[in-house]
T-cell receptor, first 111, second 111 residues
Framework: KAGVTQTPRYLIKTRGQQVTLSCSPI?????VSWYQQTPGQGLQFLFE???????NKGNFPGRFSGRQFSNSRSEMNVSTLELGDSALYLC??????????FGSGTRLTVV | ELKVEQNPLFLSMQEGKNYTIYCNYS?????LYWYRQDPGKSLESLFV?????AVKQEGRLMASLDTKARLSTLHITAAVHDLSATYFC???????????FGKGTRLHILP
């Protein structure tokens, strides 16, 4: 069974640009969540989608957005990038009450 | 304020020794996760603990959960160098459907 797939693995963007990250969950998983990991703030919850609906959102500005498609694939978008957005972005998929499986992440560097 | 606190945050230990990582959380939760992260890598699921008194073991790692004390422990028996990594605990927030992570415990096992 294929795991959670995130693309791209690495990205370098300049301040002010926007970026879109993609996540394909494990087949059959309808819940997809996104996390930001930085050395200073650790792992922080961004948002969670289930059946194309955002069920919950973390404490991030409106520049961070996401969506989920009918095939459960998800994208997150960050607009007007800031240096502080440099981080490892992790996507995870799950079934209820079972381990949450994480993708390999997208490492975003904003210069 | 919701908190998930791990201690210690850094641990350097000799091979062959036993040690315990603690995870305290400040709100009720019926699901606690332990993850391992190697440098530059994603999160690997170790354990999901679903009920008070739950104990799970995999190799040299054993995790337990006391929901009344809001405490989980990850015990390492006869540590080996391959267990060097950062270990995260996380709780599932029932009301919000989101996961809150601790800051992680960076474990370094000296050969």
């Amino acid at each position: 069974k294929a795991g959670v797939t995130q693309t791209p693995r690495y990205l370098i963007k300049t301040r002010g640009q926007q970026v879109t990250l993609s996540c394909s969950p494990i087949s059959g998983h309808r819940s997809v969540s996104w996390y930001q990991q930085t050395p200073g703030q650790g792992l922080q919850f961004l948002f969670e989608y289930f059946s194309e609906t955002q069920r919950n959102k973390g404490n991030f500005p409106g520049r961070f957005s996401g969506r989920q498609f009918s095939n459960s694939r998800s994208e997150m978008n960050v607009s007007t990038l800031e240096l502080g957005d440099s981080a490892l972005y992790l996507c995870a998929s799950s079934l209820p009450a079972l381990p949450i499986h994480f993708g390999s992440g997208t490492r975003l560097t904003v210069v | 304020e919701l908190k998930v606190e791990q201690n210690p945050l850094f641990l350097s230990m000799q091979e062959g020794k036993n040690y315990t990582i603690y995870c305290n959380y400040s709100t009720t939760s019926d699901r606690l996760y332990w993850y391992r992260q190697d440098p530059g890598k994603s999160l690997e699921s170790l354990f999901v603990l679903l009920s008070n008194g739950a104990v799970k073991q995999e190799g040299r790692l054993m995790a337990s959960l006391d929901t009344k004390a809001r405490l989980s422990t990850l015990h390492i028996t006869a540590a080996v160098h391959d267990l060097s990594a950062t270990y995260f605990c996380a709780i599932f927030m029932n009301r919000d459907d989101k996961i809150i992570f601790g800051k992680g415990t960076r474990l370094h096992i000296l050969p």
